[in-house]
């Protein structure tokens, strides 16, 4: 019995961890604050690319590449700066943000 208490608290624990991973898009909103210069108030672009309902993998992916220096379009050398300050939670949390815009 104790056994599987432990076993059904860990699963509990397990799909909180994953539901924390798929982004708080309250929090991505405030983090986004920073952005509408470029990708508009409601990410539809200006600057920089629409950002609205792309998917939060796409966003995820291009935002950690930014972060980690690598090329991602002509203008990665606009976009890099940005991306540098935000924390991996931060970025999760735009990318669940935007893909509901
Ligand atoms: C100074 C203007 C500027 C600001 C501010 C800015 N961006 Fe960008 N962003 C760009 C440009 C320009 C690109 C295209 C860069 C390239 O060619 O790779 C871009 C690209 C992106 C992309 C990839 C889009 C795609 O379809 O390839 C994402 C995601 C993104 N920005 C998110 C953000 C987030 C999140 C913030 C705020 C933390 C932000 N940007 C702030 C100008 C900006």
Redesign the pocket.
């Known amino acids: 019995m104790k056994k599987l208490l432990i076993s059904l608290t860990a699963a509990g624990l397990l799909s909180m961890g994953s539901i924390a991973q798929a982004g708080d898009a309250a929090a991505g909103q405030a983090?986004?604050a920073?952005?509408i210069?470029?990708?508009g108030a409601a990410g539809e672009g200006g600057?920089?690319?629409?950002?609205a309902s792309?998917a939060p993998a796409?966003?995820v992916d291009?935002?950690k590449k930014?972060k980690a220096g690598e090329?991602?379009?002509?203008?990665?050398s606009?976009?890099a700066p940005?991306?540098a300050?935000?924390s991996d939670a931060?970025?999760e949390n735009?990318?669940a943000y935007?893909s509901g815009l």
């Open positions: 983090a986004y920073s952005c210069g470029c990708h600057v920089g690319p629409k950002l792309v796409e966003t291009k935002l930014y090329q991602v379009g002509p203008m990665t606009m976009m940005m991306a300050g935000l931060d970025i735009i990318a935007v």
